[in-house]
T-cell receptor, first 115, second 114 residues
Framework: AQTVTQSQPEMSVQEAETVTLSCTYDTSESDYYLFWYKQPPSRQMILVIRQEAYKQQNATENRFSVNFQKAAKSFSLKISDSQLGDAAMYFCAASAFFGNEKLTFGTGTRLTIIP | DSGVTQTPKHLITATGQRVTLRCSPRSGDLSVYWYQQSLDQGLQFLIQYYNGEERAKGNILERFSAQQFPDLHSELNLSSLELGDSALYFC?????????????FGDGTRLSIL
């Protein structure tokens, strides 16, 4: 079984600045996948970034990057040059490498962008 | 637009009733997932289908059932509804099964039980 913990219920950042959202997880598996999803007020769930646990290199997608620390079971999301459109709930999620593909989600972090 | 279509967007009904939520996956996607998002439980996996067959089951109540049809659309049936079933129900789809399949979510169906 996997558990995902997001300890920051809310975060805020000035527009154009950088913010880091924290996520820790627990799993007994050696291989797995980690994800960050964004849920704006429109309530859609949008995949932001995906990390394969067996890859050492941190995933990046434009202004979004992760800091993956496998030994510490930490998977933080860094948003650079924050924009007003980045305001949303951000969910960290995990899925197993073997077995089914279900996502286990954290409780989310609400990100506010200050103009 | 994720390409996953969920209907209806909103549903208001009373306790004890039965409802059906519908999901059409992205074109070409064979796997469908259902998730429930509520204030007290957060986002929880309910059930997954792949090419018409049940693949995985999560915290889905016995009052709930689902199926995936030959055209790959899926329906989630909720019966004997209780106030606590009020939630946002998401459908997601992925091309296949296997590690790290990216799941693309629909806009959800907001279910309100009065």
């Amino acid at each position: 079984a996997q558990t995902v913990t997001q300890s920051q219920p809310e975060m805020s950042v000035q527009e154009a600045e950088t913010v880091t959202l924290s996520c820790t997880y627990d799993t007994s598996e050696s291989d797995y996948y980690l994800f960050w999803y964004k849920q704006p007020p429109s309530r859609q769930m949008i995949l932001v970034i995906r990390q394969e646990a067996y890859k050492q290199q941190n995933a990046t997608e434009n202004r979004f990057s992760v800091n993956f620390q496998k030994a510490a079971k930490s998977f933080s999301l860094k948003i650079s040059d924050s924009q007003l459109g980045d305001a949303a709930m951000y969910f960290c999620a995990a899925s197993a490498f073997f077995g089914n593909e279900k996502l286990t989600f954290g409780t989310g972090t609400r990100l506010t962008i200050i103009p | 637009d994720s390409g996953v279509t969920q209907t209806p967007k909103h549903l208001i009904t009373a306790t004890g009733q039965r409802v059906t939520l519908r999901c059409s996956p992205r074109s070409g996607d064979l796997s469908v997932y259902w998730y429930q998002q509520s204030l007290d439980q957060g986002l929880q996996f309910l059930i997954q289908y792949y090419n018409g067959e049940e693949r995985a089951k999560g915290n889905i109540l016995e009052r709930f059932s689902a199926q995936q049809f030959p055209d790959l659309h899926s329906e989630l049936n909720l019966s004997s509804l209780e106030l606590g079933d009020s939630a946002l129900y998401f459908c997601a789809s992925s091309p296949a099964v296997g590690p790290g399949q990216p799941q693309h979510f629909g806009d959800g169906t907001r279910l309100s039980i009065l």
